[in-house]
């Protein structure tokens, strides 16, 4: 599964024809919905990912209107390099504009400019996203030093 590909269903609840089709061709069988958390999450491991959804008020009031009727929406994708250590297999697919977990900061700063926003992420590792990329917010978690990327996440734009 491709980020890119997936990203499509942003703003899209797992039972949207479309997008229940797209998740069941990648044999993922699991379609959140709202129980008691406002967040909900397909984790796949072996695969190195987790999609992201969110109630459809948050979304609607964070990304702006939904595409179709749920009361989960499909907000984030996320992907695992094998260097972070939770358990996740390193994903296999391409990541978008260009990065690849080797990636470092200045060269994400060279692609995208300065970030929007940057935090640490646990004792040693630093998190950088970027507001705006071709309607995207662009996450990713660096590896103490920048040298390398841990986590890629990408999302809507907020309004």
Known sequence: MQILEVAKFFGFPPQSKDFDK???TH?????????ETPIERIVRKNEGMVLLFETDDFYTETYGPVHDDGDMIFSKIQVYCENHDTGFSRYSGTLPFGLRFESTLLEAIAIFGEPSNNHRSGPLNHAYSWANVQGYRVGMCFLPEGKSVSFFSLSPKEK
Do not use: G
Not at 27 to 34: Q, S
């Open 22 to 24: 797209f998740l069941s």
């Open 27 to 35: 044999n993922i069988a699991e379609r959140p919905v709202f129980i």
